[in-house]
Each structure stands twice: as structure tokens, then as C-alpha cells.
Nanobody
Framework: QVQLVESGGGLVQPGDSLKLSCAASGPTFSSYAMGWFRQAPGKEREFVAAVRWRNSNTYDADSVKGRFTISSDNAKNTVYLQMNSLTPEDTAVYYC?????????????????WGPGAQVTVSS
């Protein structure tokens, strides 16, 4: 059973940076893809970024392109989301997810395991 735990969330001011971590445990992840999603109050959960363990290929949503960077550390079984130039519109619960087959995917239904989420609040 795969377990995912997010950390690094918190309260920051507009323009600040924050780095989220997702520690994964369980079966080997060499063939997995990992994704970050977020859900703002009153909105549906949306795709943010994804990375493939095997070759570190990444894909970012247009809404965060140029501001957020996803990366992975295979030795630590950890995926990161570096978030820069944060705005109040980035306020959400951020979820880490694992996809056990195939390549990077955007629809959340393609992901098999989910972390409990980490709150990120951007406010002055």
C-alpha cells in the first residue's frame, strides 16, 4: 500500500515562496508518476503539476507555469513543489497523488493514491 504525506504548507504573504514536500512510502516507485493537485474553497480540485519518477519528465498547468516547479528526489522517495510569487488565488489545500501506471496524467481519476493534503494560505 502506498502512503503519501505532504508537508511544508502554511500562511505566507503575497509574493512569498513556499516549498511543499510529499514523502512516499510503500512499493517501489520507479515506474510511477506523481502529481500535485489543489482545491480552493468552493472550487473543484485541479491539476497543478506532475513528474515521472523514471526520467524526471514534468508537466505544469498553465495557471502555475513559470511560478511553480515540481521536482523529485528518487533516493528519498520525495516529490517537491516549489511555489514562487504566490498570490491569494493560490490559497488552497494542496494534495500529492501517485499514479502507479503509465506516464504523466492530468485527470485526478488517473491517480491511485492520495495524501491527506496540506493547507497553503496566501494573505496579507
Amino acid at each position: 500500500q502506498v502512503q503519501l504525506v505532504e508537508s511544508g504548507g502554511g500562511l505566507v504573504q503575497p509574493g512569498d515562496s513556499l516549498k511543499l514536500s510529499c514523502a512516499a512510502s510503500g512499493p517501489t516507485f520507479s515506474s510511477y508518476a506523481m502529481g500535485w493537485f489543489r482545491q480552493a474553497p468552493g472550487k473543484e480540485r485541479e491539476f497543478v503539476a506532475a513528474v515521472r519518477w523514471r526520467n524526471s519528465n514534468t508537466y505544469d498547468a498553465d495557471s502555475v507555469k513559470g511560478r511553480f516547479t515540481i521536482s523529485s528526489d528518487n533516493a528519498k522517495n520525495t516529490v517537491y513543489l516549489q511555489m514562487n510569487s504566490l498570490t491569494p488565488e493560490d490559497t488552497a489545500v494542496y494534495y500529492c497523488a501517485a499514479r502507479t501506471t503509465g506516464a504523466i496524467a492530468i485527470p485526478e481519476r488517473r491517480y491511485d493514491f492520495w495524501g491527506p493534503g496540506a493547507q497553503v494560505t496566501v494573505s496579507s
